[in-house]
């Protein structure tokens, strides 16, 4: 899931309220769907502990 700082208050003051939550939808929807149908698209599952593996980092403990 993508997650975005919102920019846009609720009401810009023309059309319906909630602008930024549609642009929201429409960008997931190409982010889960059409970006599928990419040459090399794989589906992935992100593994945070496995990411920061990779990149070296090792627990400190608490």
Known sequence: MLH???????????????????????????????AAGLPGATE????WPDMLSAAGLTSMGS
Do not use: C, F, K, T
């Open 4 to 34: 975005y700082q919102q920019v846009l208050p609720r009401d810009i003051g023309i059309g319906r309220p909630g602008l930024q939550a549609r642009l929201d939808a429409v960008g997931e929807d190409w982010y889960h769907g059409d």
């Open 44 to 47: 992935r599952v992100e593994s």
